[in-house]
């Protein structure tokens, strides 16, 4: 959905698992520890941050039509929009843009 290509990971003894953004690794792990779809969604919460340059609103209703729940942190003051996005599992991934001046 966020256009994450998922690749094969070793197996260290503990969940995690390995994307690629474009030819950037984004390695996740939780430490075996899964929120759970009703964990708080904050933005003071453990996250993954992504800087967005388009499509923001085609993601946002794509999570959106999959039940994820969504925060946007009105006035944010590091960026134009900043939005946190809980998935099924209870991670949160926060989608940022900025404006260009």
Known sequence: ????????RPD??????????G?????????GLLR????????????LA?????GL?????RFEKEGCRIYEFENSPSAERQIFI???WGNVLEFCTYSES
Do not use: Y
């Not at 959905?1 to 094969?8: P, Q």
């Open 57 to 61: 609103e085609e993601l946002l209703n």
């Open 12 to 21: 260290f003894g503990f969940p995690g698992a390995w994307f690629t953004a």
């Open 50 to 54: 992504f800087c967005v340059a388009e």
């Open 86 to 88: 809980s998935d099924p």
């Open 1 to 8: 959905m966020v256009g994450l290509k998922r690749i094969s």
């Open 36 to 47: 759970g779809r009703t964990a708080p969604l904050r933005a003071n919460e453990s996250h």
């Open 23 to 31: 030819s950037v690794p984004v390695h996740l792990t939780t430490g």
